[in-house]
């Protein structure tokens, strides 16, 4: 028997846990966001910016190695329960599965227009380099490593600026996701019309499932989510090219074990997507070195070495909820 089968069965008994405190999904943080601008936020959400600079500077702060978890080892723990039988033999199957359970959850109802969505993030390259930073340069700085956040659930100001076209308020992700249709082809065409893609002098060009994956992920990081429409976009996932899944779970930067759902991002490096195995929510992303490879940093400085394995950059949802006031926390 191996190490799963016996985790599942210990966990036979545990129950599913409440749907109001475990709802899927995502939102992206805004400029009004304690001290975090939009930009700061975008260019670390949007994984197809990355400045030869932030990588110099990433891999000079830390890399964090990928961490592959082993079930039998007693110092590990495990997530309290697991939504039905995990099955990360193929993206098609753990996505289904996921979708299968989400579709049984019943669809809370949209939040009201005065509240407010609560956010955990925990972004070790962020928090190291915030710690670095002299405490009287901290002061003069208009950003800062928080890892909770709060946004207005509807952000007129944010909803009427239309410089940032991957950027959508918590509000009008909800109902873009809860009017997906059905169909997976249909369902990724639509949303890349909603998150088009760059000419070139605007943004990257990319590749139609380059596009649809991005698209697709942009708003799977929106929060909150209607089951039923997560479950619609985790079946579209499972249909684009290139799209893979770990067989096993992984340690994210919060130190859960979660499922990843993986795509190359290039020849070097590929974007894995977490997903919570308990409820299937979203949790988090990370970039992960594929091969190892040497990156060329500004003039004077050393080339700088990237080994399979590193992890140059992850975030993991910890907590996210719907709440009635700003600094209010579920």
Known sequence: MDEMTRLRELRADAPVPDRAALAPGRK??????EGRGRRTFRLRADWRITSLGAVVAITAAALFVTQIVDTSDPRQSGPATVAGDLDLSSPAAALGR???FLEQQEVPPEPRA???IYLREEDPYQEKQWKEIPAEVRKKMDW???PDSWIPYDDKAAENDASDTDYQTARASYRIAAGLPEDPEALLAKLRKVFP???GSNGPREAKDEHSFRALTVLLESYPLPPDALARMYRAMA???GVGVTDHLIRDAGGRQVIAVTRAYDRNTRREILIDPVDYSYAGDREVVTR???VTGPEGTLPIEHKRGDVLREVARTKAAVVDAKGQKP
């Open 292 to 294: 190892t490879h040497e």
């Open 144 to 146: 800062s490593y928080l």
């Open 28 to 33: 992206r943080l805004t400029d009004a966001i």
């Open 197 to 199: 893609t760059g000419d």
């Open 239 to 241: 249909t684009i090219e």
């Open 114 to 116: 005065d509240q407010w």
């Open 98 to 100: 996921a979708a299968d």
